[in-house]
């Protein structure tokens, strides 16, 4: 027996944690850049689980090493070696050309890695344990994460929160400047913002703030749970600025679905760890690491590097092509297939009500900004359809 749509929904209203308001809406099946609710009705994916599905939903390769791993071996806990493991942590390290890695389940406690190696890495040089990230951040809901993200809605009722995290302006090298004492350790941010708005960074801040973090043995930390693994046409989104962080958190893109985390440190920040400092019982087991080295085969078998940044110039150029006709339209900012299309209205009706209704699935972000993370793969022409509706919606809530 299957539970109609409605009936799911009155189930989810009485025993779900009432955390996220969701549309009464819940998906059977999904292939590629299509997903089927379950009355069997067909929509077209521009959200990808929130920039998770890179390689489209349920990708036959990613399912068969799953599937595969599934008969073989699970999980075996971080006392021993798999080869599923090993292969990710060298294949991400040559990806990066950063030496260490260490595997969590979430983005949130990628970030909570990452700002324990900072801590440790100051505490050992010493510095301060106070860590400064960006206004209009966000790094997880975990308590530290929630800290560093730095959102009064989202740490209200919730203290005492961690201490040691301070706000700049992003991309305000000199506000960084003005905050940084022997007291700070490290500095952290995104290098293009997600749920800020798909805000990217400027490359000469991120070069002067490199060389500040230098001279200063600051630990510089790029949370890239959804700017990398491809999403911007780079495999990881700093390479546009041609700058490299000490420690950098990874998830959302890396496991086609799967739950994983991962935090990336050079030797050098990595070295601030010792023995028992960190652990996780789940984190990179044999599953979950087997459908991210399946995920990442893809991402090359495909050119899915070249296709994101093929596909988000098409979007860039279409929508600079109509914006006469559209003054709510104020800009489009991004890489590859992470974009922003920033509103002069609130984007939420027109992604929720009006797009949905048409079957595309996007995402409103930041009060006034649509949010397209497709997964990289997506045809040409859904890809065109979702701005066609887009467009349309706009027109509609005029
Ligand atoms: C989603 C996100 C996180 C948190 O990841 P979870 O898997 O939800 O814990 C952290 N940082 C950034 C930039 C994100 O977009």
């Known amino acids: 027996m299957s539970y109609s749509t409605e009936e799911l929904h009155q189930l989810d209203q009485q025993y779900y944690l009432p955390t996220f308001k969701r549309y009464p809406l819940a998906f059977k099946k999904g292939s590629g850049s299509r997903l089927w609710d379950m009355e069997g009705n067909e929509y077209i994916d521009a959200l990808a689980g929130i920039a998770v599905n890179n390689v489209g939903n349920c990708h036959p390769k990613v399912a068969e090493a799953i599937s595969k791993q599934a008969h073989e071996l699970v999980h075996i806990s971080n006392f021993f070696l798999s080869e599923p493991q090993v292969k990710l942590a060298k294949k991400l390290a040559e990806l990066s050309g950063?030496?260490?890695?260490?595997?969590?389940?979430?983005?949130?406690?990628?970030?909570?890695?990452?700002?324990?190696?900072?801590?440790?890495?100051?505490?050992?040089?010493?510095?301060g344990s106070k860590i400064i990230a960006m206004k209009n951040a966000f790094h997880g809901r975990t308590l530290a994460t929630v800290a560093a993200t730095g959102k009064e809605a989202m740490m209200n009722g919730f203290a005492p929160i961690p201490e040691g995290f301070m706000h700049a302006p992003f991309n305000d090298l000199d506000a960084i400047k003005s905050m940084v004492t022997d007291e700070v350790g490290a500095i952290m941010l995104e290098p293009i913002q997600g749920e800020g708005g798909i805000n990217p960074a400027d490359k000469q801040f991120l070069i002067d703030l490199r060389a500040f973090c230098d001279e200063h043995n600051l630990v510089l930390v790029f949370d890239e749970v959804q700017c990398g693994i491809a999403r911007t046409g780079k495999m990881f989104a700093h390479e546009h600025f041609g700058v490299k962080p000490d420690v950098m958190t990874l998830a959302k893109g890396l496991g086609a679905g799967v739950p994983i985390g991962a935090v990336l440190a050079t030797e050098k920040a990595g070295q601030a760890i010792d023995w028992g400092d960190h652990g996780t019982t789940y984190g990179g087991n044999p599953l979950v690491c087997a459908a991210a080295l399946a995920n990442l085969e893809v991402i090359e078998e495909e050119n899915l590097l070249a296709e994101a940044e093929k596909k988000g110039q098409w979007?860039?150029?279409?929508?600079?092509?109509?914006?006469?006709?559209?003054?709510?339209?104020?800009?489009?900012?991004?890489?590859?297939?992470?974009?922003?299309?920033?509103?002069?209205?609130?984007?939420?009706?027109?992604?929720?009500?009006?797009?949905?209704?048409?079957?595309?699935?996007?995402?409103?972000?930041?009060?006034?900004?649509?949010?397209?993370?497709?997964?990289?793969n997506i045809p040409q022409e859904d890809i065109e359809t979702v701005i066609e509706v887009l467009l349309k919606s706009i027109k509609e809530h005029r």
């Not at 260490?100 to 801590?119: M, Q």
């Not at 009706?349 to 993370?373: D, Q, S, W």
């Open 98 to 127: 950063m030496q260490r890695v260490f595997f969590g389940n979430s983005g949130a406690e990628a970030g909570e890695g990452a700002i324990k190696i900072a801590r440790k890495y100051a505490s050992k040089n010493g510095r």
């Open 315 to 376: 979007v860039k150029d279409k929508i600079e092509s109509v914006k006469a006709d559209y003054p709510e339209i104020k800009e489009i900012r991004g890489y590859g297939l992470m974009l922003g299309i920033e509103l002069t209205v609130e984007s939420k009706p027109i992604v929720t009500t009006m797009m949905l209704k048409h079957h595309v699935i996007a995402n409103a972000t930041a009060g006034n900004v649509v949010r397209l993370v497709p997964p990289l």
